[in-house]
């Protein structure tokens, strides 16, 4: 039972990566064919509602790619408990991948909607290259970004 709720959310998470790689330039492409782990202390589900929580030291990877949070919440699509409708990460959320690293306090990705939405503290990181803001939001099907609360940006010449 467990394995299958984790199941559907491994692959729902390889295709979110795969698509900020590809859309946002974040990271190197990823293989989603790649195998994905995923530790914490402790996981909850919980089939009626549809909802499962994997909290304490959550790390999940996928080749070089790394996301780590306190807590992730998985929300299943309603009658369907093979597609994810949602995925929330709380608490140091970070991201990793080779060179290039984002951090929050949250990230929710709205499956539907195509939006992950960065919050608190958000810091991105692409070589040399920082973004800085308190609210960062990416719409994965039109790659567009917008970046709010006291944006701050370095850009180095040439490049990363």
């Known amino acids: 039972m467990i394995r299958q709720a984790v199941l559907p959310f491994a692959l729902a998470l390889a295709l979110a990566h795969a698509a900020i790689a590809q859309t946002t330039g974040f990271g190197n492409a ?19 509602t549809g909802l499962a929580v994997f909290s304490g030291n959550v790390l999940i990877g996928q080749g070089a790619m790394r996301l780590s949070a306190d807590r992730v ?15 929330q990460a709380t608490g140091n959320v970070t991201l990793v991948s080779g060179q290039d690293a984002a951090e929050a306090q949250s990230a929710d990705y709205d499956v539907n909607s ?15 290259n920082v973004l800085a803001g308190e609210t960062v939001t990416v719409n994965l099907a039109t ?18």
Not at 30 to 48: C, F, I, N, R
Not at 73 to 87: F, H, K, N, P, Q
Not at 143 to 160: C, D, E, F, I, K
Request: glycine letters at 12%; zero cysteines; a negative charge.
């Open 114 to 128: 195509g939006n992950v939405v960065l919050r608190g503290d958000v810091l991105l990181t692409q070589g040399q």
């Open 30 to 48: 990823q293989d989603v064919k790649a195998p994905v782990e995923v530790t914490a202390d402790s996981l909850q589900v919980d089939q009626a």
């Open 143 to 160: 790659g567009t970004a917008n970046a709010s609360g006291r944006v701050r940006s370095v850009l180095q010449p040439g490049g990363n």
């Open 73 to 87: 919440e998985v929300t299943y699509a309603s009658g369907d408990a093979r597609r994810i409708s949602a995925l």
